[in-house]
């Protein structure tokens, strides 16, 4: 199924039943092209936001630590992104995962003008209009009191909370393609 074709207004007989053609088939239908941009009021519904801090019911969260900038884990500078050397490689830890998240998707301070207050991230969308998601998929580490799964990143509280349980066999095959130790 092509991604760039207009696809005419879903009825109950064009419903595909894969899954995964039907994920295609929503994207196709929401998202801008090129020369138009996709379906909606024409409007913004202010009233109808979004929240902008996805959590999931039941689901504990694991606080990760605020660091402090001189803190370990360093991260590089800006220049030294740049160079031709390599960036240090860092065993994961809640730290190290905590410098990842912090400065990938966490927030960087709160504005408010008037009755409105909204949150600015380290990666700024267009409008802050949506949920941050940022999600982790971990093996067992040694040293990282986790199961292995798959985390959802929770920016506001800047933590995690774990989505999925997974066992040794598929998460292997599911790592197959990345290095060692990815």
């Known amino acids: 199924m092509s991604t760039e074709n207009q696809i005419p207004t879903t009825t109950a007989e064009t419903v595909s039943t894969n899954p995964v053609d039907r994920v295609i088939q929503y994207h196709v239908q929401t998202k801008h092209h090129f020369n138009r941009y996709s379906r909606s009021l024409g409007y913004l519904d202010w009233a109808n936001q979004p929240d902008s801090f996805r959590r999931f019911d039941g689901a504990q969260l694991i606080p990760l630590p605020l660091l402090k900038p001189d803190e370990e884990p360093l991260s590089p500078t800006y220049n030294a992104m740049y160079e031709r050397t390599d960036v240090p490689c860092q065993p994961v830890s809640l ?11 966490a927030l960087s301070a709160w504005k408010k003008a008037g009755e409105s207050e909204w949150a600015l991230r380290s990666n ?16 067992q ?14 920016p506001k509280e800047h933590g995690m909370e774990q989505r999925a349980d997974f066992q040794a066999d598929p998460l292997a095959r599911l790592m197959a393609a990345f290095p060692h130790n990815a």
Do not use: C, M, Q
């Open 141 to 154: 580490i040694h040293g990282l009191d986790l199961a292995a799964g798959l985390y959802h990143y929770a």
């Open 95 to 105: 730290k190290t995962l905590s410098r990842f998240f912090e400065f990938a998707l």
């Open 124 to 139: 700024p969308s267009s409008g802050n209009l949506h949920p941050t998601e940022g999600y982790v998929v971990l093996p």
